[in-house]
């Protein structure tokens, strides 16, 4: 395994803590995965000591363990006795959750997903309904649903569907098909348009929770909408997933 302790090559940066609400380990390990992800800690390698860590980044060496054991909770690092700490995995080797940017893609779900239902409610309004989309619904039903793949929540998503549409679709389906899929399937609506939005943010404290994800961890936002063949918008979605599993294919040409 290649080593890449090397006391020579070390220089102390200055890192402005007070920039950010979030603890200064939860800083240092977003600093240090990004080490793993761009390579300058590759596969394999031996990283810096935690002495050698903490005189780089002016911190304490109890905020730079704490930072390891982020990634060491992450699989990307393995702490061996007496030999050091060395890179085991990069974060995009995690990769399994692809954001469709298609109509039909959007239909496909991970296979071996699980779904939770969180909570469900008569009459909600979407905070983010868009009336240059369409013309909204007279109500609309809400769901919070958590989605599991291999033991491990990736994606917790807000939906709301119009009430009238809502009478059609069997309640199971919310329990084991994704909002998109579950409009696909019914019979008699003609979704005439859908959109879909993509940001990028950190996650808060509820988010980390449910999501099993550090505080202030990468998430990817999605917002998406459908409407039938009269201009109702029928389906309001806001999602949430890890950005550590999550990838995002666009064919250029």
């Excluded at 600093?31 to 935690?50: H, K």
């Excluded at 409610?121 to 905070?127: E, G, L």
């Excluded at 696909?184 to 940001?199: F, K, S």
Aim: charged letters at 25%; hydrophobic letters at 40%; glycine letters at 6%.
């Amino acid at each position: 395994m290649q080593n890449m302790s090397n006391k020579q090559n070390q220089s102390s940066i200055a890192i402005d803590f007070s920039r950010s609400a979030a603890a200064r380990y939860v800083q240092l390990a977003s600093l240090f995965r990004r080490r793993v992800e761009s390579g300058a800690w590759p596969v394999g390698s031996q990283i810096p000591t935690v002495d050698e860590l903490a005189q780089e980044c002016s911190v304490a060496r109890a905020t730079v363990r704490q930072a390891l054991n982020l990634l060491e909770a992450e699989q990307l690092i393995a702490r061996y006795r007496a030999k050091g700490t060395f890179v085991t995995a990069k974060p995009q080797e995690q990769f399994w959750c692809e954001v469709a940017t298609n109509w039909e893609g959007q239909l496909i779900a991970p296979e071996g997903i699980s779904i939770e239902i969180l909570a469900a409610r008569d009459r909600r309004v979407p905070s983010t309904l868009d009336p240059s989309l369409g013309k909204p619904a007279p109500g609309y039903r809400y769901w919070r649903r958590r989605h599991w793949r291999d033991g491990k929540p990736y994606y917790l998503g807000e939906v709301y569907i119009d009430e009238n549409v809502c009478k059609r679709i069997p309640a199971k389906a919310f329990e084991t098909k994704t909002s998109m899929r579950i409009l696909r399937d019914l019979p008699g609506l003609e979704i005439a348009e859908a959109h879909q939005t993509l940001t990028l943010g950190s996650a808060d404290p509820e988010i980390a929770e449910l999501l099993q994800l550090p505080l202030n961890a990468p998430v990817a936002h999605v917002y998406r909408s459908a409407v039938d063949e009269n201009g109702t918008i029928v389906f309001v979605g806001n999602g949430i997933y890890r950005g550590d599993v999550v990838r995002l294919d666009i064919r250029l040409k």
